[in-house]
């Protein structure tokens, strides 16, 4: 599946609407137990998604998004600073797990090359990586 949207559902005067948004627009994703709330750039701005944050993980994580935190996905696309927590476009906040920090880090260049990033460890191509710890620099 190729697609560059997903349909969300939403009640609109007693009736049920299906819109479509685009990836282009997600700005982030959040869980809430068994559907996800998508964050868009769009007026409306909040959809309810019947996806579970598990799904969005699996079908759209090649498609630009990371998994910043159990709760949280981001799109890479819209990210403009990566410290503590993830900055997207507008100022807003999104929470990285303190155990996905480092390799959360490395992933940006990939998608946007302005976000200021660590070049990925050596380790990945099988040498050992000089930032690892316990390992002596001579």
Not at 16 to 26: A, G, P, Q, S
Not at 121 to 138: E, V
Request: glycine share 8%; net charge positive.
């Amino acid at each position: 599946e190729n697609k560059t949207y997903f349909y969300c559902k939403e009640e609109e005067d007693y009736e049920t609407i299906y819109r479509k948004i685009y990836l282009k627009e997600v700005l982030y994703v959040e869980s809430q137990g068994y559907k996800t709330l998508v964050y868009t750039s769009s007026k409306k701005g909040c959809y309810v998604s019947d996806k579970r944050i598990t799904e969005w993980n699996r079908v759209y994580r090649e498609r630009g998004f990371g998994c910043c935190h159990r709760c949280y996905m981001v799109n890479m696309n819209h990210v403009i600073k990566i410290g503590d927590e993830i900055e997207l476009r507008g100022g807003i906040k999104v929470p990285l797990a303190r155990d996905r920090r480092n390799s959360f880090r490395y992933r940006p260049g990939r998608y946007h090359p302005d976000i200021p990033c660590r070049p990925e460890p050596d380790k990945w191509h099988n040498r050992p990586d000089p930032d690892a710890a316990g390992t002596k620099t001579g």
